[in-house]
């Protein structure tokens, strides 16, 4: 005998908010929403509009008739948490408490776990996300910043990514655990990532790394940043060798035969 699983699906991005019902692996209902002026703002704004989110999930149950207390489990985009392997976790007290102190960071996607959970435990069925925005699988040389005292942290559309790599594998195939592939998440925000045998160890970071898109900036370099931000400039032609001193290889390695101006500066005469 078959059994039947109906799933509701929750994903809250910062452009849109994406709903659905699944029976197995077929959607029965599906909505798109974009958000509008009242859900967009800084990002430590987000929690307060918990409301409207979960008024915009309910109002998708009650459009297509559909009864919590009849689903099997809800599943939720997951949100800035502490670092994790990729897979399924349970939404439980301190993964709440995470996200709504921000304590890993503010995003909207830090509402859907939060959602899921308080649909969830009225109906006393389960509440779960799959492969979080902090997955970290990161291999160590990826974590190199070239600033000693800065190490690279994971944080990128790791859902997104995945379910392209698994999907190009099935039509290739083969198995995304064994597997290598690039894979670029293009949506309100992006991050391109290197995939290495079912784990990404290495990702632009989806805030304040690599390409510029709808809500952020592209990188920015330590001097325009300074200058931005009304830091006294070094004077000219000492700004950029005094400022680099202790960084990149000169300062990974400790010699400084490779910063500006020394013996094996690539750049020198």
Known sequence: ?????????LNIGSTTTKIAVFENDQPKFQETIPHGPELTGLLSEYMAQFPLYLKRVKKFLADHHVDVGQLDMIVSRGGLTAPIFSGVYLIDKQMRQDLRSGKYGQHPTNLGPLIASDLAGPAGIRAVIVDSPSTDEFHDLARVSGIPEIERKSAFHALNQKAGARMAAKDMGISYAESNMVVAHLGGGITVGAHCQGKVIDSTIGVGEGTAHAGTSRNLTP?????????????????????DIGRGIAGLSGNQRYAPGGSQDPTGP
């Not at 005998?1 to 699906?9: P, Y």
């Not at 001097?223 to 400022?243: F, K, M, Q």
């Open 1 to 9: 005998m078959a059994f039947s699983h109906n799933i509701l699906v």
């Open 223 to 243: 001097h325009g940043l300074a200058s931005a931000a009304g830091v006294r400039p070094i004077e000219p032609g000492r700004s950029a060798p005094e400022a």
